[in-house]
């Protein structure tokens, strides 16, 4: 690995460090959304990115950051690392180990490493200039690759709720869902992981925000895959909406059904 792509993993490791002793405990959460909405976070969520942040200004403090709870910091430099804590907050506090910390790195605007780490599985998907790989608790690795499938009746899809859809974007999901052979719910960014490992073949979401899925894009492009916006282009902070596909022959019908 380059020295980034082994810093990013070495990140995934501080960042489970911090938020495993919360997971299955009777930590609290607060709600972050307004009225009649439910959006929560921890201090699992604050601790691991509080002790991202200071690991990337200890050993490179010319990089920015943006991250999900404690803001932006030099967002606009040439190298900045993009953090999601703990993606998947809901399954945090239920228990589920679908949760994952998401570890970015942007460099001249475009995302070029992305991490995925599982901390209670021991997991850590990496994706970047060396490729796509897996590494499990023991340190043991494996090279990552999508699996062809050219045809959505064959398809596995996946997305993390069908209520975050909302007016047409819940219609498109609607038109994808009955054309492939199966729908999976509930498993947030993990879903991209399996997608870069052969499991899952295409993965639809909107709402989303930079550091949603700005470590999914390395990953999913460096096993074989193509990640773009609802429009076929190159996703963009201002429109959540992304598709991920493990074959890029699903590209084109997966955003034809998208957008009607």
């Not at 209670?120 to 994706?127: S, V």
């Not at 590494?135 to 990552?144: C, F, P, S, V």
């Not at 492939?180 to 979401?205: H, K, N, P």
């Not at 609802?230 to 902070?237: F, I, L, R, S």
């Amino acid at each position: 690995m380059t020295e980034l792509e082994a810093f990013a993993v070495e990140l995934a490791k501080i960042a489970a460090k911090a938020s495993l002793p919360f997971f299955r405990t009777d930590i609290a959460e607060v709600n972050k959304a307004g009225p009649g909405a439910f959006d929560p976070v921890t201090e699992g969520d604050r601790a691991a990115e509080r002790a991202l942040r200071e690991a990337i200004k200890a050993r490179y403090p010319e990089h920015g950051i943006i991250g999900e709870e404690y803001g932006e910091d030099r967002p606009d430099a040439e190298t900045v690392w993009i953090l999601d804590p703990i993606d998947g907050t809901r399954a945090f506090i239920s228990g589920l180990p679908l949760w994952t910390t998401l570890i970015g790195l942007r460099q001249g605007g475009v995302p070029t490493i992305g991490v995925v780490g599982q901390p209670y599985i021991g997991e850590i998907f990496i994706g970047g200039p060396s490729g796509a790989r897996l590494i499990d608790r023991e340190g043991n690795q494996t090279a990552l690759r999508t699996r062809a499938c050219a045809d959505l009746a064959d398809a596995v899809a996946a997305t993390t709720d069908a209520d975050i859809f909302q007016g047409a974007d819940r219609d498109g999901w609607e038109r994808l869902k009955t054309s492939v052979r199966l729908a999976r719910y509930g498993c947030d960014a993990y879903a991209y992981a399996m997608l870069a490992a052969g499991r899952i073949d295409v993965v639809a979401e909107s709402e989303l925000k930079v550091w949603d899925w700005s470590a999914l894009m390395p990953l999913v492009k460096a096993a074989g895959g193509s990640f773009t916006g609802w429009d076929g282009q190159a996703p963009t902070a201002k429109d959540g909406r992304v598709l991920a596909v493990g074959d890029a022959a699903l590209t084109a019908p997966a955003l034809a059904r998208l957008n009607g």
